[in-house]
């Protein structure tokens, strides 16, 4: 498995809080089949300052730290970026990271209140070449009042991760039923740990694979942690790698042509594509 969004890095934010918490981190990443892990702090003005070049000589130690522990776990880089003004001119500058300098890039938006304008700023990515990946959407507050936004936004090319230990529970009662319900609905891209600690909340993407399997089975419970992971190291663009499974499609797989099993997501679209959709869309026709 490969681990998109982990805060495994010490002392550089909410995360890991020294080397040994690290350390720990990473046995944890292995001991349950994780091969890749990319090391994504916050990167947030004004409260985690942290930068391009400071988060890869961070990796560049824990990197060298793990090898001497003989622990087989290879690190890339990456970031939690916040959402902040001259987003694509801090990725081109290397300021901002992307997911092991590929076009995917993960973006975290504020927990609370939806940012007006914010299917404009994604637009404005797509159009700048990269690939957005909203991160743990099923956690946001304001995603019960914008759920339909979120579905626009996966239907204009916006890729949806979610927390493995949202789907047991850990984060509420309402997270889990969103996390499911994106699940059922084909919209979701990634699953990763968002660990930040070895015991609070430690690495535990094999439970979140297992428990994703029982909802869309096993080969699309592997595209969310190996698949699609794999495709973003590789940076393929995202037409040729699998698109998300709904549950209904999943269960009609075995029965049904390959246009068929295609048929409930082309419907997501009925009623015409509308705003910032629209023109994603037309994008990539």
């Given at each position: 498995?490969?681990?998109?969004?982990?805060?495994?890095?010490?002392?550089i934010?909410?995360?890991?809080?020294?080397?040994?918490?690290?350390?720990?981190?990473?046995?944890?990443e292995?001991?349950?089949g994780v091969?890749v892990?990319?090391?994504t702090?916050h990167?947030l003005?004004?409260?985690?300052?942290?930068?391009?070049?400071a988060?890869?000589q961070?990796?560049?130690?824990?990197?060298?730290?793990?090898?001497?522990?003989g622990?087989?776990?290879?690190?890339?880089?990456g970031?939690?970026v916040h959402?902040?003004?001259?987003?694509?001119?801090?990725?081109?500058?290397?300021?901002?990271?992307?997911?092991?300098?590929s076009?995917?890039?993960?973006v975290e938006?504020?927990?609370?209140t939806?940012?007006?304008?914010?299917?404009?700023?994604?637009f404005?990515?797509?159009?700048?070449?990269y690939?957005p990946?909203l991160?743990?959407?099923?956690?946001?507050s304001w995603?019960?009042?914008h759920?339909?936004m979120?579905?626009?936004?996966?239907?204009?090319g916006?890729?949806?991760q979610?927390t493995a230990?949202?789907?047991?529970?850990?984060?509420?009662?309402?997270?889990?039923?969103?996390?499911?319900?994106?699940?059922?609905?084909?919209?979701?891209?990634?699953?990763?740990?968002?660990?930040?600690?070895?015991?609070?909340?430690?690495?535990?993407?094999?439970?979140g694979?297992?428990?994703?399997?029982?909802?869309?089975g096993?080969?699309?419970?592997?595209c969310l942690?190996?698949?699609?992971?794999?495709?973003?190291?590789?940076?393929?663009?995202?037409?040729?790698?699998?698109?998300p499974?709904?549950v209904?499609?999943?269960?009609?797989?075995?029965t049904?042509?390959?246009?068929?099993a295609l048929a409930?997501?082309?419907?997501?679209?009925r009623g015409?594509?509308r705003?910032?959709s629209?023109?994603?869309?037309?994008?990539?026709?």
């Open positions: 498995m490969i681990d998109l969004h982990c805060h495994i890095l010490p002392g934010d909410d995360g890991a809080a020294d080397m040994a918490v690290s350390v720990a981190m990473a046995r944890a292995v001991n349950q091969s892990v990319a090391c702090p990167i003005p004004g409260l985690y300052h942290n930068s391009g070049p988060i890869r961070a990796i560049a130690q824990l990197q060298g730290v793990l090898q001497q522990e622990i087989p776990l290879r690190l890339v880089t970031a939690d959402v902040t003004p001259d987003f694509v001119g801090g990725l081109r500058s290397g300021r901002l990271l992307s997911i092991a300098d076009r995917y890039v993960l938006p504020p927990h609370h939806a940012p007006p304008q914010l299917e404009d700023f994604f404005n990515l797509v159009v700048a070449g690939v990946i991160t743990h959407p099923e956690r946001l995603v019960p009042s759920y339909e979120i579905k626009r936004l996966v239907q204009g916006v890729w949806m979610l230990a949202s789907f047991a529970g850990a984060f509420g009662r309402n997270a889990l039923y969103w996390a499911e319900r994106m699940l059922d609905d084909g919209c979701v891209h990634v699953l990763a740990s968002d660990a930040h600690d070895a015991e609070r909340r430690p690495p535990d993407l094999a439970a694979r297992e428990m994703v399997a029982k909802r869309v096993a080969e699309e419970a592997q942690v190996l698949t699609r992971p794999m495709g973003i190291l590789k940076d393929q663009a995202p037409s040729s790698l699998p698109g499974l709904a209904a499609d999943a269960s009609s797989m075995s049904l042509s390959t246009d068929d409930p997501q082309r419907g997501d679209a015409g594509l705003g910032v629209g023109r994603l869309r037309r994008l990539f026709r």
